[in-house]
């Protein structure tokens, strides 16, 4: 008897043991798989057909907690997606395949998981050689797939479009989401934490953007990596060439791309590169430093605070008074913690919430605001940014465009009774003291110093007046500080330097220009500026200290100013070669074809920092050649920018729909569309078409010109021949589409041009002045055009066909002027672009005459 039943009890517990056989390329409704039912094959009860993925209840990280219904690459062992990410299960857990669909419950009977409703009954249930996991119904209709509910990775084959994000997993052993997402947006892939960006597609060195098509979807494939849109590819990012591959957001928010190769997974990408650019590189409130030796970044803490205890792995404040709030979850005093001079990595891809800000009024907007967990605040431009829903680590500073003074929200500890806010007071109160009295110690030292100074230069003036030397009224700056100001002139200084103005060297719409030497022998431009609206000197000085803060070696510099009494003067570094316009169309020596690219170049770098590398983004409105001056070498430098807010009310009224100069203006200024950076772009791409033509692009032809004039440029090649206005960018279009690019050149050059070399500066052009402002390139792309880092894209012909109307009117305007004698007034006009005749033909084509409508800005 007790042989029996020992022998029933081996045989029961070997038929518990025992492990199903796994299935091939797909199985049918009412299955049931388990860990343990399949546990001889790890989980294991599905391959593919050929045996490349498997799906399988995992324990990932060896782990024996959680288990997931995975699809994993079978060579590397590598998890391309789960189910149940957030909902594991034990060992004993099961996934249970019915007509209706997938069900994982755990062993408690509780529903973890389950595909949604289907709109007919799952007839199979098949991985497929990509990795897809598919529920077919009897017409073998897809019902549901794995590929179109991404996790946190996309293999070859799988789209993630627009609207769909990644989210990352807890860690190698726990596929729990967390709150990194890569997003994929009509126009771009960015990174978040809580909400903040820390990286974008877009804005990597590697990836080169291809057209300004919309975004549809993200791929990747045996090439490389790309964005998707209607047309064909938008961003591409070229790898060798592998079988498989694989784009995963890590557990610690890097997007990155990897191949299998032999045994290995090997990393091909990773965005962002930076090791301090992620936001928890060196926990929260962590101070990262980057590594020059490594990539692997040093972290500490910012002043007043200290690692923390625990596995937190970021910093606390020193006083102990005083802990780290979470977003909206507390209701104590706060304070905030002042952290010097440092970065954010949220700032470099948000927009402030406040400009021209006193550092009071940031603090109060970050005190009322309940997720706003500290904010950074830029002294030189008074920019706020705040930093809401979660604190990440702080970067250490560099003395970058980035670096801000930062202050951390702190939660004041509250106490029982009065002895223990003695207590407190005499152990950790030291910082709130000061916080409270230093201010008020700071204000009245700084009054006594404005009193002290006013008074000493009342004295002055008094004794100047009673001398002669200066009229009580005239006034100076000593009485106030403006951050970020530039070097400051008396009136006299100026006047002296320029020999009373006496070398006049240009105008514009902020007043006249003139050559001055200052006593150091420096030679500069003097402006001076007429009819500003800021009345107020502080204001003016306000703006000059945005102005002034501004440096980049193909801008202008600004190395002072003055504003004494009513003058208003700014002192700019002198060009010795003048603007761009002279020595383009003048009488001088030809530019040759290095020189104009070189100036294009230089421009364009000028205004891609302008647009993207500034605290402030700026629009210049009024790019021209007028307004590109030249030093030697052909150093290319834009003048005249960020001058906009010096406009009087009365002269901003007059410009409420143009701004800028006719000829160079881009659509969008008539039809009360948004001006963007786009209009500099448009402005910019009419430019090129002239250093290429070496002419004006509205011109005047004569009969007596030659056939090389006539090759030159013209309204309309079939009429090409014959005298009138010539409108050059329709020429332009028209010869790019005959690919007949050396007739664009300018007929100086001679043939010291390639056809290559005008074919690259014509494409880049008719991709600038694109009616539709979203199908420009931005500045930094257009750099790339030009170095060659970024492939030349194929203009949009059907946003070029506005070109074709304007040389239409160009047309009509020059058979009127011809009939009513004009002509010689035209050509005249054309030359000196300057005014239009005051009838009714202006209308017909002053939109694209070289006419000032405003001050540059």
């Not at 045989?11 to 797909?26: C, E, G, K, W």
């Not at 809580?194 to 494939?221: C, F, H, R």
């Not at 021209?624 to 052909?634: A, C, H, R, V």
Request: proline share 4%; glycine share 8%; hydrophobic share 35%.
């Amino acid at each position: 008897m007790k042989l029996i039943i020992i022998t029933f009890s081996c045989i029961f517990l070997l038929s518990t043991t025992i492990s199903a056989r796994t299935f091939s390329d797909y199985i049918n409704p009412d299955f049931t798989a388990s860990y343990l039912k399949f546990i001889d094959n790890f989980g294991t009860f599905l391959l593919s057909q050929n045996k490349t993925f498997k799906a399988a209840i995992f324990n990932p990280g060896d782990q024996q907690a959680r288990f997931y219904l995975c699809v994993i690459h079978a060579a590397s062992n590598t998890i391309i997606w789960s189910a149940n990410r957030d909902g594991p299960i034990s060992d004993s857990g099961k996934m249970f395949l019915t007509v209706r669909g997938i069900t994982i419950i755990d062993e408690d009977g509780d529903n973890k998981w389950s595909t949604p409703s289907l709109k007919s009954q799952v007839n199979r249930l098949v991985l497929t050689e990509m990795g897809n996991l598919v529920l077919l119904d009897k017409s073998n209709d897809s019902l549901w797939e794995s590929f179109q509910n991404p996790t946190d990775t996309i293999v070859i084959g799988q789209r993630l479009p627009v609207g769909k994000s990644l989210s990352s997993e807890g860690s190698n052993s726990n596929l729990s989401t967390t709150n990194y997402k890569l997003t994929i947006t009509s126009s771009d892939a960015i990174l978040q934490w809580y909400g903040q960006t820390y990286w974008k597609l877009s804005m990597d060195i590697e990836v080169y953007k291809n057209s300004y098509d919309v975004v549809e979807y993200m791929a990747i494939n045996n090439t490389g990596f790309y964005l998707f849109g209607v047309g064909g590819t938008v961003f591409q990012l070229s790898l060798p060439l592998a079988s498989f591959r694989i784009a995963k957001l890590d557990t610690h928010g890097h997007f990155t791309i990897n191949s299998f190769s032999g045994t290995n997974l090997k990393q091909e990408f990773v965005g962002p590169g930076d090791g301090c650019q992620t936001p928890l590189a060196c926990g929260r409130a962590g101070l990262c430093t980057e590594n020059t030796v490594s990539s692997t970044p040093v972290c500490s803490c910012p002043p007043n605070f200290h690692v923390g205890s625990g596995n937190s792995g970021g910093c606390v404040p020193n006083d102990r008074s005083y802990s780290l709030p979470n977003a909206c979850k507390y209701s104590s005093v706060v304070s905030f913690v002042n952290i010097g001079y440092v970065e954010y990595f949220g700032n470099f891809y948000t927009d402030q919430v406040m400009y021209r800000w006193n550092l009071t009024a940031c603090q109060n907007l970050c005190s009322s605001n309940c997720s706003c967990m500290g904010f950074f605040y830029k002294n030189t431009t008074g920019s706020c940014y705040m930093v809401e829903n979660e604190l990440g680590s702080i970067q250490s500073s560099n003395g970058g465009e980035r670096e801000m003074l930062g202050f951390i929200k702190a939660i004041v500890a509250s106490t029982s009774d009065d002895s223990n806010n003695k207590q407190s007071s005499k152990k950790g109160g030291f910082p709130v003291a000061v916080a409270v009295l230093l201010p008020i110690l700071g204000f009245i030292i700084v009054t006594a110093i404005v009193f002290l100074v006013w008074r000493k230069l009342t004295l002055s003036r008094m004794k100047e007046v009673k001398l002669g030397k200066k009229s009580p009224s005239s006034g100076d700056l000593d009485a106030f500080y403006i951050p970020g100001l530039p070097a400051r002139f008396d009136y006299e200084e100026l006047e002296e330097a320029t020999d009373n103005f006496k070398t006049l060297i240009g105008s514009g719409g902020f007043g006249a220009v003139y050559k001055g030497v200052l006593p150091d022998k420096s030679v500069v431009a003097v402006k001076k500026i007429v009819n500003i609206g800021i009345q107020g000197k502080k204001d003016f000085c306000t703006e000059i200290g945005v102005i002034g803060n501004i440096h980049h070696v193909n801008l202008v510099k600004l190395k002072g100013f003055c504003a004494q009494g009513r003058h208003r003067l700014l002192v700019y570094e002198y060009m010795n070669r003048g603007s761009l316009d002279r020595t383009l169309f003048g009488g001088g020596p030809v530019l040759e074809w290095q020189e104009r690219f070189d100036v294009a170049l230089g421009t364009a770098r000028g205004l891609a920092y302008l647009h993207s590398g500034c605290e402030q983004k700026v629009i210049h409105c009024d790019i021209k050649p007028e307004n590109i001056l030249l030093q030697d070498q052909f150093q290319a430098k834009i003048s005249d920018f960020g001058l906009s807010k010096l406009l009087s009310s009365e002269q901003s009224g007059l410009f409420t729909t143009m701004r800028g100069t006719r000829g160079y203006l881009a659509p969008e200024w008539l039809t009360n569309s948004a001006i963007t950076e786009k209009t500099d772009v448009y402005s910019f791409g009419m430019v090129l078409l002239e250093l290429v033509s070496g002419r004006k692009n509205c011109y005047f032809r004569s009969r007596s010109h030659s056939i090389d004039d006539s090759n030159s440029g013209g309204g309309n090649s079939s009429t090409s021949s014959t005298p009138g206005l010539v409108y050059f960018p329709l020429f332009a279009l028209e010869m790019h589409e005959q690919g007949s690019y050396l007739e664009l050149a300018d007929p100086r050059l001679e043939g010291r041009v390639t056809c290559e070399d005008v074919e690259k500066l014509v494409r880049i052009a008719l991709c600038c002045v694109h009616e539709e402002p979203a199908l420009r390139p931005n500045m930094v792309t257009v750099v790339g055009m030009l170095e060659g880092s970024t492939p030349l894209p194929h203009p949009r012909i059907e946003s070029l066909n506005f070109l074709r109307f304007y040389g239409r009117r160009f047309t009509e305007a020059s058979t009127i002027a011809e009939e009513n004698g004009y002509a010689s007034m035209l050509h005249q006009q054309a030359r000196d672009s300057t005014s239009m005749p005051s009838d009714s033909l202006t209308g017909r084509f002053s939109y694209i005459s070289s006419q000032n409508i405003s001050g540059p800005r």
